[in-house]
T-cell receptor, first 117, second 117 residues
Framework: ETGVTQTPRHLVMGMTNKKSLKCEQH?????MYWYKQSAKKPLELMFV???????ENNSVPSRFSPECPNSSHLFLHLHTLQPEDSALYLC????????????????FGPGTRLTVL | AQTVTQSQPEMSVQEAETVTLSCTYD???????LFWYKQPPSRQMILVIR??????QNATENRFSVNFQKAAKSFSLKISDSQLGDTAMYFC??????????????FGKGTKLSVKP
């Protein structure tokens, strides 16, 4: 596997279910991100992790719970979602841009298409 | 707050011709980065080109080049010799430079580009 991978690619869940999205990066990066892409809206940054520590939480509802056990893996735990949470969820990674000589360009995974019934 | 505006929701171009996608942004920052990302129907967000605001020279990547006008806060993407594989959504994005929020990429709403044979 190369780059950034995400599983599953598609997920359909009921409002009472609990599910998790997984992201893995094979680029040796230290920062990982979750984005939400809804129809006709710009991509929205949800969470940022740098060296496994959460550095950004853009006022995301608590029904979304991120977990970053190490710099290569990122999870998004979902519970009691609403139909309006249906969207494409994208994961990205980058080097820590504060490191001298590093680049902050983010590389994205293919996304998980989530449908909440 | 920073904003990114892409005023062309959809565009089309004939194969082998040249097309320019527009992007304007609003910021009071002096140090920042600008990006163009491409999202084909496969949904994978792919980096097309990146520009550092402190560089006066316009970035180029093969058939892709930008026209960066810092004073006008304009960052257009030119695609030369368009190919069928260029069909995708194109997103313009802004990120603060050093000292800004880690990973806070701000995206425009995108331009859907169709390349016709």
């Amino acid at each position: 596997e190369t780059g950034v991978t995400q599983t599953p690619r598609h997920l359909v869940m009921g409002m009472t279910n609990k599910k998790s999205l997984k992201c893995e990066q094979h680029l040796g990066h230290n920062a990982m991100y979750w984005y939400k892409q809804s129809a006709k809206k710009p991509l929205e940054l949800m969470f940022v992790y740098n060296f496994k520590e959460q550095t950004e939480n853009n006022s995301v509802p608590s029904r979304f719970s991120p977990e970053c056990p190490n710099s290569s893996h990122l999870f998004l735990h979902l519970h009691t979602l609403q139909p309006e949470d249906s969207a494409l969820y994208l994961c990205a990674s980058s080097q820590d841009w504060q490191l001298a000589g590093s680049t902050d360009t983010q590389y994205f995974g293919p996304g998980t298409r989530l449908t909440v019934l | 707050a920073q904003t990114v505006t892409q005023s062309q929701p959809e565009m089309s171009v004939q194969e082998a011709e040249t097309v320019t996608l527009s992007c304007t942004y609003d910021t009071s920052e002096n140090n920042y980065y600008l990006f163009w990302y491409k999202q084909p129907p496969s949904r994978q967000m792919i980096l097309v080109i990146r520009q550092e605001a402190y560089k006066q020279q316009n970035a180029t990547e093969n058939r892709f080049s930008v026209n960066f006008q810092k004073a006008a806060k304009s960052f257009s993407l030119k695609i030369s010799d368009s190919q069928l594989g260029d069909t995708a959504m194109y997103f313009c994005a802004f990120m603060k430079g050093y000292g800004g929020s880690q990973g806070n990429l701000i995206f425009g709403k995108g331009t859907k580009l169709s390349v016709k044979p």
